[in-house]
């Protein structure tokens, strides 16, 4: 860590108040190519559901997650993994589709001796979870989609970030100078932070952007679900909540929509106004209200 690094700092505080909420990290060998880092409750309560949360692009699962962590840890035991090339989870596997990122997932909860568990995945982490929740589903029981293009066509797959089409996707998602960082803001949040000095976001981009870039790029280049030879989508059959927020620039409601016309009654979903992509960020009292009551929920 960089002493002259103030985003160095703030991820060292994270792990801090990560560990204080009662949450312990692991880095484990999931198989003879690939070591996920997670983080697990320090002591499983058997009284309480297990859920996985699994981030989307950007930073690590920490920055993504860390309002979530100590209103949830009351109700459920928290397991929050950095997919492979986010964190320290890293992998000499050639793979890079989203299935091989669940069933890494899914490697990484055996390992840990968790056997049913809710799932929630943002952006990114939506496409992990949504095959995670198709090709285990003994293993997963509700699951929570959250601004998530899973839904996404081929065709919609150039229309992404379609406010600025000189730039390439992977240009906006993993940004490499200060203004593609504040552009990046702008698409991922509603009301994006303003006046943050170049210095600031260079730093953000240095400590976050950097590593592995080339496999991350390779990352969104292999979404089968943008493919356009891409199978259609399968209907999961667990109860589903769908979080979107009203003004999401990067996939647009009507996605969201599209979900959850295409899982029918399977599937409830809830529009958080005055939030982006990243509402669990911008509105995490009513984001996390809505994951509690629907996963609580014994009427199901």
């Known amino acids: ?31 003879q190519a690939t070591e996920m880092h997670c983080w697990v409750p320090t002591t499983p309560s058997p009284t309480k559901q297990n859920l996985v949360l699994i981030h989307g692009f950007g930073a690590n699962a920490m920055w993504q997650w860390h309002p979530q962590i100590r209103p949830l840890l009351q109700n459920f035991n928290l397991y929050v993994p950095d ?20 069933e890494a997932v899914m490697k990484l909860l055996k390992q840990l001796g968790v056997g049913k568990f809710h799932l929630g995945g943002i952006s990114y982490g939506g496409f992990v979870a949504y095959r995670l929740a198709h090709l285990f589903p003994q293993a997963v029981e509700r699951v929570v989609i959250i601004s998530s293009g899973v839904c996404m066509v081929y065709q919609e797959k150039d229309e992404l970030f379609r406010n600025n089409n000189s730039l390439a996707v992977a240009d906006i998602l993993l940004p490499q100078t200060p ?36 496999r991350k790029a390779e990352l969104l280049q292999h979404v089968v679900l943008s493919k356009e030879a891409a199978p259609p989508l399968p209907v999961i059959n667990q109860e589903t909540l769908i979080i979107w927020g009203d003004h999401d620039l990067v996939f647009p409601l009507e996605l969201g929509q599209r979900l959850k016309r295409h899982l029918g009654d399977r599937a409830k979903l809830a529009v958080l106004k005055d939030s982006g992509h990243a509402a669990q960020l911008e509105n995490p009292n009513e984001f996390n209200n809505l994951i509690e009551t629907f996963l609580l929920d014994t009427s199901m």
């Open 179 to 214: 203004d593609n960082m504040r552009l990046l803001m702008k698409f991922a949040m509603y009301r994006p932070p303003r006046m943050l000095p170049s210095f600031l976001l260079q730093d953000f981009i240095n400590t976050m952007y950097t590593e592995h870039r080339e």
């Open 83 to 102: 997919l492979i090339f986010f964190g320290k989870s890293y992998s000499t596997s050639s793979g890079r589709t989203e299935f091989f990122q669940a």
């Open 1 to 31: 860590m960089s002493l002259l690094s103030f985003i160095s700092w703030r991820d060292w505080s994270l792990r801090l108040y990560f560990i204080y909420c009662g949450m312990t990290s692991q880095l484990i060998k999931v198989d």
